[in-house]
């Protein structure tokens, strides 16, 4: 069974920082790109990040370009998100998948599958 299982998120005050981690099982991570993608209540899914199966290759929605920084270690099977200087409206699900945002994707190999979800709440 393909699943990619997210962790990390937690209840932090606004200026500090998390990393969220993506783990796959049931698939070899390094073959696809995979994007963050994240959803606050009330609010539209966004993509946030994309990385490509090499890691060369990464893009940033501009909402989060300087702050967020998305990097893979492939021999753990697992992404990461480490996320800097969160503010409030950076709460949300975050949701990591095999495929990116239209806007953010880069050029890779990509698999339909999707995470649960991990909640980040930035308040003080």
């Known amino acids: 069974q393909l699943q990619l299982v997210e962790s990390g998120g937690h209840l932090v005050q606004p200026g500090g920082s998390l990393r969220l981690s993506c783990a796959a099982s049931?698939?070899?991570?390094?073959?696809?790109?995979i994007g963050w993608f994240r959803q606050a209540p009330g609010k539209e899914r966004e993509g946030v990040s994309c990385?490509?199966?090499?890691?060369?290759?990464?893009k940033y929605a501009d909402s989060v370009k300087g702050r967020f920084t998305i990097s893979r270690d492939n021999a753990k099977n697992t992404v990461y998100l480490q996320m800097n200087s969160l503010k409030p409206e950076d709460t949300a699900v975050y949701y990591c998948?095999?495929?990116?945002?239209?806007?953010?994707?880069?050029?890779?190999?990509?698999?339909?599958?999707w995470g649960q979800g991990t909640l980040v709440t930035v308040s003080s």
């Open positions: 998948a095999g495929t990116c945002d239209v806007a953010l994707v880069v050029p890779d190999r990509y698999l339909e599958v």
């Open positions: 049931g698939f070899t991570l390094d073959y696809y790109g």
């Open positions: 990385i490509s199966s090499s890691g060369d290759s990464t």
